[in-house]
Structures are given as structure tokens and as C-alpha cells.
């Protein structure tokens, strides 16, 4: 009975942990919310600006040293620039995307956003290009993707591809996802606007506010170290191509953790990755390999706001009450009136007084005494 009832509690105990590792693993995934709020920013991009994006948001430091290095050099374009970065250690979808300055300026701005991007992309590839799809659905439905001067927008069954109007001529679109989109369905996890300084703004940027869309300055892409990546929606993965080694058709492409520097997995890739061996021999493709998985809840935004949090504000203290306190003001007197005094006659000459003035007058009638 006692060896019945040890095997029994074996056998909780395992299916127990079981489904613990499974609700751990559960948690570790990104909700559909999270996808549409992280993914809103970019999913209007052209197609292979987006895959170089996604590529890029899987090493956050490199985009940041790259951004910093733009803005040190701003002098710096097209092949010049190719040229310039061929020194530096950083993945080829850094480096290509070194092209557009003002998105590498975005991910630069927005870290967080930017590295839970990647961890999304490296976790779980096929549920962000089905959200790509799902968001340019919804843009076409609310009559904001449409084609026009800078853009190609087509149908190819039931994938939406946006190329650029001209080859090798990529413009950078510039929308509120909260408006583009319609009615944002997740209010409580606002996508990412990122607002451009003006060194980067276009001059239609004020149509944003209406919920179109405004381009920046052409780019052209075809540079000799510029490195293409293409999405490849029916296998939900991106492929890389380079004119310029000999590989037209493209390769899939592969997360290499070494350019990571050390950036913790947030959770475990489960696209292909690349292997660095010890010898001149080529890197190889693996299958992924177990990575510390720290979890993250799905009901919690996976990424600060960029508003404070209410918790954050400290309510003010009321101030101390001033004690009234008399005071004694000196009260000024009135000055004293003006002494008025009556103007008097001046007196008679003592000559006139008493008739004596007829004495001195000269007989006038020629009067004589008698």
C-alpha cells in the first residue's frame, strides 16, 4: 500500500511540474496585443525596409553604436557611407539599414521598443508576419494604403506586398499608427509615434495628424555594400539578398548571437541561428539552442508608455498656514492750511486827512477873499 502511494505521489508530482513548465512557456509568448502595438509603428513600411528592421531589432546595440556613428559623421552618404562601414564589426542588417538614418534614429530613441521587437521577431516569426498582414488589412480597409507616387501596394492571395513605385528608390513613411489604422482596439496598449526632429521630418508631416501618411526624401538602395532583405510571407521568414556576392535569388536568412553583445534572450529563438566554430570553416545552420527564458506576462504592456504612470506623480504637500500678523502703518497727517489774510486798504496820506486837501488845491474859479 505505502509503495502504491509513493508511485502515486510520483506521479502528481511530475504531472504537476509539467503543466507549471507549460504555463511558464505559455507566459513566455507575446499576445496578439502585444504584436499589433509593437508591430503598428513599421507594418506600413515597404517590405524590404521592414525586413531589414526586423532583422536590425534582433541586435539592439549595434543599432545604437551605428546611430551614434550617423551623427558623428553626418557628411556620410551612399557609397561613401557603404565604404565607411565596411571597418565596422556590425551585422549586414545593421549596416544596410545605416541607409535610412532617421529609422535607425527611431529604434535608437525607442530601445525598449526595439529589443522587445526583436524578441518578438526571433520568438515568434510566423505570428508577427501574420500581424504585419492583419495591420496593412486593416489600413486598406480604413482607405490609408492605397498605391500613389512613392509606393506600389498590391494583393498577392491573401498577402499584402508594398514595393516601391520606382526600383532601388525606398521612401520612409511617416503615420500615426493610432490613426492610420482606424480606431485603435487595444486602448490600453497605445502603439509607438515616434515624432521626427526636424532634420528628419518631411515638409507634409502635419498630414499625419488626419491619419495619412507623409514620405521623407528619397534613398537609394543600390549601393555596392548594400545588402537587400525581402520577406518571404507564404514561409513567414525573410531571405537576404546581395547582387553583389553572387546570390540573386537569396538566402534565409540567420540570427547570428554574436552580434547580440550580450543582450539577454527574453525568450528562446526558434528561427535558425548561426553557430560561430573555432577554424576559417563557414558558420552553420542550426537548430536553436536552449536560452535562459525570462517570462513575459502576455495581460502586461511589454513595453513602457511614453506617458508617466499615475503611480509615478507624488501629491503635493498642502503648505504651512501663514499666521496673520498685525502691522503698524504710520499715518500720514494733513499739512496745515495756508493762513489767508485780507487785503487792506493803504491809508490815506496824512495830508488829505481832514479837508486839508482843499487847503492845497489852487483857486480854480479865481475866487478872491473877501
Known sequence: ?????QVMLVCLAACLSSTAQAQTEQQALFSQSDLDQMLAPVALYPDDLLSNVLAAATYPLEVVQADR????????????LADALNSQPWDASVKSLAQ????????DDELS????LGDAFLAQPTDVMDTVQGLRAKA??????????QELVQSQGDDTTIQPAQPDVVYVPYYDPVLVFGVWWWPSQPPVFWNPPPAYRPYNFGNVGSGGIAYGGRVTVNGAGFVRFRPNWGAHTISVRNPHRGNAGGTPWQHDPGHRLGVAYRTQPTVNRVVQQAGPSR???VAAQPVAVQPIHAAQP???????????????????PVQPQRVEMPVPRPAAAPVQTEARPAPAPASVQHGEANRSEPNRNNDTHK
Open 283 to 285: 558558420p552553420q545552420q
Open 302 to 320: 511589454q513595453f513602457a508608455p511614453r506617458t508617466p504612470q499615475p503611480e509615478t506623480y507624488r501629491p503635493l504637500q498642502a503648505p504651512m
Open 113 to 116: 521598443w526595439t529589443e522587445q
Open 140 to 149: 486598406a480597409a480604413n482607405g490609408t494604403l492605397q498605391s500613389d507616387t
Open 100 to 107: 535610412f538614418p532617421s529609422v535607425l534614429a527611431m529604434m
Open 1 to 5: 500500500m505505502a509503495r502504491i502511494l
Open 69 to 80: 556613428y550617423l551623427k558623428q559623421n553626418p557628411g556620410l552618404q551612399g557609397n561613401a
